[in-house]
């Protein structure tokens, strides 16, 4: 019999009937289930396994003309940021699959900016948002800090999660690292190589996770009993550019730095391409770090010591803390809500970083 009805499946898409029947359960209750309303607990798991079984995936155009979720979630990301956007999106890709999610992406601003503010159509986004009549909203960094953004995002009354470490605007979904503790490791590692002279390249200044980084570079170098010069700290725009441009500044200084944190992987990048373009060696006269993970730290040489945060699996909690907030909704309590996920990260030492030179 059970081999009867998998030669169904493979020649027809299945239905809810396919996995009650498979599942031992009526109709109604994978219905009620599917939708995020409440049924018994020992029916889940056995629906769960149906669904996979029969490979059944749910109909979201029927669900949208019913009236309740859309199973639409938007992401939108900032097309001059787009390092690390490959892991996020295939993690909340694959989460949404699970749910029977579609996953929208809109990347706004100006890819061919060089600009640190880019213009972003806020119309467009608040429009799409109305069109689309999608259930929630996944806002990547450094996107995910614009006020004027979250403001629309507040005022639609749409469920968001951000990518990031601290909730903003009374927006308290969110999915990141903890970025002070972060910096604070890997300023500790650069301190125990020996170095003493130490600089810091900052993100743009209204994004929370620049202050965060910033932050726990200067508690570990007051903790260590270092002095901070306010000529080592300069700031960038997350690009490689503005790295090139800050780490220029630093390496012309008399006293320079024997160790340049820089507040992202694509800064470092450009911390890189200064010390190349000055014949300073990397690690023997200069220290680089960065942060973050992103494919530019290990397709640069040398490879960069950096802080690894969880992109793929933050995908996935987004879509799965943004799910869970509206099955909440749904039924109308906030018994045990959960409203962040912060996951763990990784301090990745390779060959960008080494003891403090002892001649220069």
Not at 10 to 36: C, F, H, Q, W, Y
Request: aromatic residues 6%.
């Amino acid at each position: 019999m059970s081999g009867s009805r998998r030669r169904t499946y493979s020649s027809r898409a299945a239905t809810i009937k396919d996995v009650a029947l498979e599942a031992g359960v009526s109709p109604m209750t994978v219905s009620r289930m599917i939708n995020g309303k409440s049924i018994k607990l020992s029916s889940i798991d056995k629906i769960k396994k149906a669904i996979k079984k029969v490979d059944y995936q749910p109909n979201i155009g029927a669900r949208r003309l019913s009236g309740g979720r859309t199973y639409q979630f938007l992401m939108i990301f900032s097309n001059q940021y787009i390092a690390y956007f490959s892991e996020l999106l295939i993690g909340s890709m694959s989460a949404c699959k699970k749910i029977g999610y579609n996953l929208l992406v809109e990347g706004v601003g100006d890819e061919e900016s060089d600009k640190k503010d880019s213009p972003i159509d806020y119309d467009g986004i608040a429009s799409l948002v109305d069109r689309a009549r999608v259930d929630g909203v996944i806002l990547l960094p450094p996107i995910c800090f614009d006020p004027v953004l979250l403001d629309i995002v507040r005022d639609k009354a749409v469920p968001c999660v951000r990518i990031a470490g601290s909730p903003a605007r009374d927006i308290n979904l969110r999915v990141g690292c903890d970025s002070f503790a972060a910096a604070y490791d890997m300023t500790n590692h650069l301190i125990s190589l020996g170095h003493t002279n130490l600089a810091f390249i900052k993100g743009p200044v209204n994004y929370a996770s620049s202050a965060l980084r910033y932050e726990g570079f200067v508690s570990a170098l007051r903790d260590s009993g270092l002095k901070l010069y306010d000529s080592n700290i300069k700031i960038g725009n997350y690009t490689v550019d503005s790295g090139l441009e800050c780490t220029l500044e630093l390496l012309g200084q008399e006293n320079r730095p024997t160790a340049i944190f820089a507040g992202d992987d694509q800064m470092a990048a450009g911390a890189l391409c200064a010390a190349q373009k000055l014949s300073i060696s990397v690690p023997e006269q200069l220290s680089v770090a960065g942060f973050d993970g992103a494919p530019i730290s290990h397709s640069v040489w040398p490879k960069l010591t950096t802080i690894w945060q969880p992109m793929k699996t933050m995908g996935e909690k987004s879509v799965e803390l943004l799910d869970s907030h509206l099955r909440q909704l749904e039924l109308g309590t906030s018994d045990n809500v959960r409203t962040s996920m912060i996951l763990d990260y990784e301090l990745k030492i390779r060959q960008s970083t080494g003891s403090v030179p002892t001649t220069r």
